[in-house]
């Protein structure tokens, strides 16, 4: 009985921990998705890739060696007579990074070297451009997968405790 009453007291701080985390899982994975929402107001004006490739670079963490491609799109714009440096594709949590390289060439093919391009350019601020005003499905999806999976169990959680019986006394 003072092992059941133990793992009930601890349920609380339990679910106040997967509410916690839910949240700001789910916040910050949809970070990329206000961006996107935030940038229907830019500038559009015209822009050329000037560097166009990815970097191979490994990650041992365990006894295999592990590659990652990052993408490195390099694009110039101008915009009221001054140029302007970019290197942002879409909107996301982090950079481009690939665990195959099929999937950062694909990019790649869309911006090769040279190619005229379209840039979208926030107003108050010219340096923040972008060439795709949609949110990388990478890492901020995930994220709000994971946050509402940490909520679904903190719901499980509290339906498993309000059909539990109480504790009878002794």
């Given amino acids: 009985m003072q092992l059941l009453a133990k793992r009930i007291r601890w349920r609380p701080i339990i679910r106040l921990f997967l509410t916690v985390i839910g949240i700001v899982l789910c916040l910050t994975g949809l970070y990329p998705f206000s ?3 935030q940038s229907q107001n830019w500038l559009l004006v015209e822009g050329k890739i000037f560097s166009s490739g990815y970097i191979k670079s490994d990650n041992q963490q365990t006894d295999r060696m ?3 491609y990052q993408t490195a799109v390099k ?3 101008v915009l009221d007579r001054q140029r302007y440096l970019g290197e942002r594709v879409e909107f996301g ?3 481009q990074s690939f665990f195959f390289q099929e999937f950062a ?3 790649l093919q869309r911006y090769p070297l040279g190619k005229p391009v379209r840039v979208y350019v926030n107003p108050q601020q010219a340096n923040e451009a972008v060439l795709e005003r949609t949110p990388s499905m990478g890492g901020g999806f995930l994220l709000v997968l994971l946050g509402g999976f940490c909520l679904m169990v ?3 959680l509290s ?3 309000a059909n539990s019986k109480p504790l009878a006394r002794y």
């Fill in 35 to 37: 961006q996107t929402i």
């Fill in 66 to 68: 592990q590659f990652f």
């Fill in 75 to 77: 694009y110039e714009y």
């Fill in 93 to 95: 949590l982090t950079d």
């Fill in 105 to 107: 060439e694909k990019i």
């Fill in 154 to 156: 903190n719901f499980m």
């Fill in 159 to 161: 339906e498993r405790l």
